[in-house]
């Protein structure tokens, strides 16, 4: 619909055609057993931004019909990285039935607060000649940034206060997204303008070729794999995770 550079196909091409590395190799080393939800998200991207580069250069497809398609996209990625944190946080606590099934329950209160903050919003939404379900879909996206961002310090704080390894695949998974929802939420509070907002979604799609970079480095590179806290910190992890047990049980 609109001519790009060559910087531009470049950035839109390049992430995702390394997306279809990281499938086949998760694919080939079956770590769809482990990480089912990211495999799903990985391939989506692959598939969705396929579609929008083809939709993007026919002629038979209008500015219209291309954000409809756009939109759609936007918040089925949105469910699925929402998913790929609560993977993440259940991969981290495997060892941890009880802390694995907290986190479970606190990722099911927050996507059912989510889903209504932007509902409400969406409904309430100022009569500005767009459609009312995308400013849901905004809100939604960058209250799943703000949590993405913060998954990071996270699981900095696990990593050091307990001793989680940060070589494995796992965290690859978790820098990556903490850092591409940090750079979009960003970019999102700043841009105003048409201008400004093509400016900004080349640093936004310059930041998920990183990301999708940092991906592979961790698939590709050996990892130490995950173990067990030898020497447990005064707050005995194993202590708070039988507790949690205990009370998830009453």
Not at 4 to 20: D, K, N, R, T, V
Not at 46 to 63: C, K, M, N, R
Not at 129 to 151: E, K, N, T, W, Y
Request: hydrophobic share 55%; net charge neutral; glycine share 6%.
């Amino acid at each position: 619909m609109y001519p790009h550079s060559f910087l531009w196909h470049y950035l839109w091409i390049a992430p995702h055609a390394l997306q279809i590395i990281i499938a086949i190799v998760m694919i080939r080393r079956r770590l769809f057993r482990e990480f089912p939800v990211f495999l799903n998200y990985t391939i989506f991207q692959i598939v969705q931004e396929g579609t929008l580069f083809v939709l993007d250069h026919s002629p038979a497809v209008s500015g219209y019909q291309y954000l409809c398609v756009y939109w759609v996209g936007l918040a089925i990625s949105i469910a699925l990285r929402f998913a790929v944190i609560s993977e993440i946080f259940s991969s981290v606590f495997t060892n941890y039935p009880g802390l694995k099934e907290l986190s479970h329950v606190l990722f099911r209160w927050a996507t059912v607060v989510l889903l209504l903050i932007a509902i409400v919003v969406a409904v309430h939404a100022p009569a500005d000649g767009s459609v009312p379900i995308v400013s849901g879909i905004h809100v939604l996206d960058r209250a799943v940034a703000v949590m993405q961002s913060g998954l990071l310090l996270l699981l900095v704080g696990f990593s050091s206060y307990f001793g989680l390894s940060w070589r494995s695949f796992t965290y690859g998974i978790a820098i990556g997204l903490a850092i591409f929802s940090s750079v979009d939420l960003a970019t999102e509070a700043i841009r105003t303008g048409p201008v400004a907002g093509y400016v900004f979604d080349f640093v936004t799609m310059a930041t998920y070729h990183c990301c999708v970079m940092i991906w592979l480095v961790y698939l590709l590179v050996p990892e130490t794999g995950k173990r067990q806290v030898k020497e447990l910190p005064e707050s005995n992890l194993e202590q708070w995770n039988a507790e949690l047990q205990r009370l998830l049980l009453q």
